[in-house]
C-alpha cells in the first residue's frame, strides 16, 4: 500500500509523516519501521533488500521513503517497478514524503495510494490562523500586530515559526497577550540596524532623505514588504494621524490596490 505526502511545507508535511507513523505502528504487534532517504543511492539498495525480505514472524512493514523522486534514471525504472508490485501488497506499507510534485512517470501513484495529502504553502490567512492554532496547543497567545508580524515576517516558512513559537513560549510562560516588542526582544528577526532606523526616522518624522535612504536599505537587504509595513504599523511611537493612514495602507493592499512597496514609499512621502 502506498501513502502519499507531498509538498513544499516540510512542517505540516512531517507533522502528518509522524502521526500516520505512529497510528500504524500502535495498531500493529509484529510492526517493522525503516526510513530511507533516496538523497543517498545506496539508501534505494537497502530499500530493495527491505522490500524483498518476508521474514516468517514479521508482521506488516512500514517504509518511509524521503526524497523518493532524486533517483537517478539508473535507479528510478527500477524504483518504479518496486512500487507497482507493493501498490496493492497489505502487508507493506510505503510512505512518500516528498517536497515536489510527482515527475510524470510516477503519476500512476496518484491513482492508486491509499492516502494522498499535498502541503501547499499557507497564504495569509491561513498562516494567521496556523499561528493561533499553534501557539493555543502552547498556551501562548499573541496579539493581533505580533501575529501579524510573525505572519510577514515568516511567510510560507512554518518550521522556522514553529521554532520561534517554541522559544516565546520558554520566554513568556504568563498568560499576557505577546506583543510585537516582546518579539523584538526575544527574537534577532534582523539582517541589519535599518529597520530600527527606518522606524525612527518615521516616528519621529525625520527629513525625506533619511526615510528613503533607510528603507532603500531594507529592499536591498531583501527584507520582506509586508513585515516591514507591519512592524511600522505595530510601534506604539506613531502619532495617531499615521496610525490611520497605515489602517488606510493596510486596506490598500488587501484589496489588490497597492503593494507594499508603494505603500511604505508613500509613508516617506507623509507630513504627519
Known amino acids: 500500500m502506498i501513502i502519499l505526502l507531498y509538498g513544499p511545507d516540510n512542517y505540516r508535511r512531517s507533522q502528518k509523516l509522524k502521526e500516520i507513523s505512529q497510528n500504524y505502528g500502535q495498531r500493529q504487534s509484529l510492526f517493522s519501521l525503516e526510513k530511507f532517504d533516496f538523497e543517498d543511492n545506496e539508501e534505494f539498495y537497502r530499500f530493495k533488500d527491505f522490500a524483498g525480505q518476508q521474514l516468517i ?4 512493514k512500514l517504509a518511509v521513503l524521503e526524497n523518493a523522486f532524486s533517483l537517478g534514471e539508473e535507479n528510478s525504472e527500477s524504483f518504479k517497478e518496486l512500487l507497482k508490485e507493493n501498490i496493492k501488497n497489505e502487508n507493506v506499507i510505503l510512505i512518500i514524503s516528498d517536497s515536489r510534485e510527482l515527475p510524470d512517470e510516477f503519476k500512476f501513484v496518484l491513482d492508486e495510494a491509499i492516502k494522498i495529502q499535498e502541503f501547499t504553502e499557507l497564504d495569509e490567512g491561513k498562516m494567521k490562523f496556523f499561528i493561533r492554532n499553534e501557539a493555543k496547543k502552547r498556551g501562548v497567545e499573541f496579539s493581533l500586530a505580533a501575529e501579524n508580524f510573525l505572519s510577514a515576517f515568516f511567510k510560507n516558512n512554518t518550521w522556522g515559526l514553529i521554532t520561534e513559537i517554541d522559544k516565546l513560549q520558554s520566554l513568556y510562560q504568563e498568560p499576557a497577550k505577546i506583543e510585537v516588542s516582546d518579539l523584538e526582544r526575544a527574537g534577532d ?3 541589519s540596524s535599518d529597520i530600527y532606523n527606518f522606524i525612527n526616522a518615521v516616528s519621529n518624522k525625520g527629513s525625506l532623505s533619511e526615510k ?3 528603507l532603500e536599505s531594507l529592499f536591498l537587504n531583501h527584507e520582506e514588504p509586508a513585515m ?3 512592524f511600522l504599523a505595530a510601534n506604539r511611537f ?8 497605515m489602517a488606510d495602507y493596510d486596506v490598500l493592499v488587501k484589496s ?6 508603494t505603500a511604505l514609499l508613500d509613508v516617506c512621502l507623509l507630513r504627519i
Not at 514472524?57 to 506488516?60: I, R
Open 256 to 261: 489588490g490596490r497597492i503593494d507594499y512597496e
Open 57 to 60: 514472524f514479521e508482521g506488516k
Open 189 to 191: 528577526f534582523f539582517k
Open 228 to 230: 516591514i509595513f507591519n
Open 212 to 214: 528613503l535612504k533607510n
Open 238 to 245: 506613531l502619532s495617531f494621524d499615521l496610525l490611520k493612514k
